[in-house]
């Protein structure tokens, strides 16, 4: 998509990519084009929690795919407390035994995640997994078959609000930035400023 624009700000050398609802549709429509460009049929589409939820909806939409199934993984059981090999927080409930899969997240980023569970499908028994994101990384461990854009920005999606606004907002006050300089950067990433000054003012209450 030509209109993904990055948004960087001064003496702060991450860069990112806000992208709207609208554009993450467009995206998913676009690598359904190529999925069936390929002519890939899926009995399933596999999605990892929590990422991929939002945008499973569109894509089992494009695809008209009926069958859907959410898979948990995680690495850490706190900040840098890492597991000695991943847990699946939350199994597949039904049989997928012989079912040819695609395995969506909104991002692959290291590609751990999606390491992991192409070789747990295949220990259930699938036939063949197939992998899509909306977003690819080069540093990722893996490329998925299907992706709608690459790179290499900081993603900030618009399911994760307050996380982002939270989690953000305490490093850029600990870099000296006052609240209105902060609710001037999120706006220019497409935080609802109702929101931002919301979630910013309940920091550590």
């Not at 359904?32 to 009995?43: S, T, V, W």
């Not at 069958?67 to 706190?78: L, M, N, Q």
């Not at 000695?84 to 409930?93: C, G, S």
Request: glycine share 4%.
């Amino acid at each position: 998509m030509s209109d993904l624009k990055l948004i960087s700000f001064p003496k702060n050398s991450t860069q990112y990519l806000a992208p709207t609802w609208d554009q993450m549709n467009q995206l998913a429509f676009e690598m359904c084009q190529k999925i069936d460009a390929d002519r890939n049929k899926f009995n399933r589409v596999v999605t990892l929690a929590k990422g991929g939820w939002p945008m499973t909806r569109s894509l089992v939409d494009f695809l008209q795919v009926d069958e859907v199934a959410s898979i948990g993984v995680k690495f850490y059981k706190g900040e840098n407390d890492r597991y000695d090999h991943p847990q699946i927080y939350q199994d597949i409930p039904t049989s997928i035994q012989g079912e040819t899969i695609l395995l969506f997240d909104d991002v692959a980023d290291t590609g751990e995640s999606l390491k992991f569970t192409i070789d747990y499908l295949k220990i259930r028994g699938v036939k063949e997994v197939k992998t899509a994101t909306l977003y690819y990384k080069p540093h990722s461990a893996i490329k998925p078959d299907y992706y709608g854009a690459k790179t290499s920005a900081w993603i900030v999606f618009p399911y994760e609000a307050r996380e982002m606004i939270v989690s953000t907002s305490k490093k850029w006050l600990e870099a000296g930035l006052d609240k209105k300089e902060i609710l001037n950067r999120f706006n220019k990433l497409n935080f609802n400023s109702e929101w931002t000054e919301y979630f910013l003012n309940r920091i550590d209450k």
